[in-house]
């Protein structure tokens, strides 16, 4: 577990999704915002534990008011 303080919350740092690519590999989707807010310690430790694959989505963040899990959580794909 990593904290992050209510600035880095601000900076929708915690709004991100752990998944598992096509590669069988942990993925943490996370916007380069809130990326960008977390430590270096916070990020190396996140590195060592999954790839980070950082989105773009300022404009999403700024007028849409949501971020990546407001984009991801409700894609549900059925695999056959």
Do not use: H
């Not at 752990?18 to 993925?27: H, P, Q, S, Y």
Request: proline content about 1%.
């Amino acid at each position: 577990m990593i904290s992050v303080t209510q600035e880095q919350v601000d900076s929708l740092a915690a709004n991100c999704y752990e998944v598992v690519g096509m590669d069988g590999r942990r993925k943490l989707i996370i916007s380069t915002r809130g990326w960008g807010s977390l430590t270096e310690v916070q990020r190396e430790t996140l590195l060592a534990m999954v790839d980070v694959v950082q989105c773009r989505v300022d404009t999403i963040e700024a007028v849409g008011g949501g971020g990546i899990r407001c984009m991801l959580a409700p894609i549900f794909l059925n695999r056959i």
